[in-house]
Structure formats: C-alpha cells, structure tokens
C-alpha cells in the first residue's frame, strides 16, 4: 500500500477500497457510517491485506 492509497483511506474511506468488490465497498461504507473511525480502520484492513 502506497502513501496515496493510505492517504485515501484516511481521508475517503469507501472511495480507497473502489477496486476490492461490491461487499467490500458496502461493509466500508457502513463502517464509515457508523463513525469515522472505524471507517478508516476497515479500509487500512482491506488495503494492507492485499
């Protein structure tokens, strides 16, 4: 994961996890619903893992 797609997933959570799948997308948007903060911590997740 590069400083941009870190950036992203500080910034715009759902937005840095586009590329992952429809699940993906949806879980981190709930997530980022619900506060910010788990948001991120669900996109830094899907981000690192690949």
């Known amino acids: 994961m590069g ?3 870190a950036l992203l997933c ?4 759902p937005l840095a996890v586009l590329d992952k799948g429809c699940g993906t ?5 709930l997530l980022t619903l619900v506060g910010w903060v788990p948001g991120v ?10």
Not at 10 to 13: A, D, F, Q
């Open 3 to 5: 400083c941009g797609r």
């Open 25 to 29: 997308i949806i879980v981190v948007t």
């Open 10 to 13: 500080i910034l715009l959570p």
């Open 41 to 50: 911590i669900g996109a830094l997740v899907v981000n690192s893992q690949s």
